[in-house]
């Protein structure tokens, strides 16, 4: 079935370093999406990318898809120890299937 | 407008018996998504619901059912608990009618221990 990998699964950093989380689909996706879960909280919609190739920034964050729309990264500039949490991302499959399928999450950890 | 809401936060249950999980999505929503988290296993679907029909379904047993009443409020239920079932169950609410494109918003969920 379609599945979504997500790489790496912790990552630790020191405050100031940058960080990127990879996420690969088995099948083209016609969306992805990132979240992010604070330790003890649940996960919180960061955004949406739809088109092949297309960039969003969000401050120190930076979210690319895909060309060919499999696969999407998240990469995070000079991390804040505020950054820490679990990332997720959810590609929602193209065509008839239209399920939301998530990566396992990487956990980021930052030492200040 | 009022978040996602799930009712209890925290429930301890013991092998064997039953429970019910509670879910009140942002009001306009119809669709209501269930979600299992354990450490290291991300977020396993459950089943999704829209208009009181469930829509999509994920791969745990019969044992874990769900509904959704005509306000949109929905229920999940786990018979015969396990101890595997020891879970963060994740309640996300959406719009519902246009699929290819919404997002998801999280209630603060319901941790379940079952002893």
């Known amino acids: 079935g379609q599945q979504v990998m997500q790489i790496p699964q912790y990552q630790h950093v020191q405050e100031g370093e940058d960080f990127t989380t990879y996420c690969n689909s088995s099948t083209t996706l016609s969306n992805i999406q990132w979240y992010k879960q604070r330790p003890g909280g649940h996960p919180v919609f960061l955004i949406q990318?739809?088109?092949s190739g297309e960039v969003k920034k969000q401050k120190r964050l930076t979210f690319q898809f895909g060309e060919a729309k499999k696969n999407s990264s998240l990469h995070i500039t000079a991390t804040q120890t505020t950054d820490v949490g679990t990332y997720f991302c959810?590609?929602?499959?193209?065509?008839?299937?239209?399920?939301?399928?998530w990566g396992l999450g990487t956990s980021l950890a930052v030492n200040p | 407008k009022a978040g996602v809401t799930q009712t209890p936060r925290y429930l301890i249950k013991t092998r064997g018996q039953q429970v019910t999980l509670s879910c009140s999505p942002i009001s306009g929503h119809r669709s209501v998504s269930w979600y299992q988290q354990t450490p290291g296993q991300g977020l396993q679907f459950l089943f999704e619901?829209?208009?009181?029909?469930?829509?999509n379904k994920g791969n745990f047993p019969g044992r874990f059912s769900g509904r959704q009443f005509s306000n949109s409020r929905s229920e999940m239920n786990v018979s015969t608990l396990e101890l595997g079932d020891s879970a963060l169950y994740l309640c996300?609410?959406?719009?519902?009618?246009?699929?290819?494109?919404?997002?998801?918003?999280f209630g603060p969920g319901t941790r379940l221990l079952v002893l």
């Open positions: 990318l739809v088109k």
């Open positions: 959810a590609g929602r499959g193209a065509g008839n299937n239209r399920k939301l399928i």
């Open positions: 996300a609410s959406s719009p519902g009618t246009s699929v290819s494109r919404e997002t998801q918003y």
């Open positions: 619901y829209f208009s009181e029909t469930q829509r």
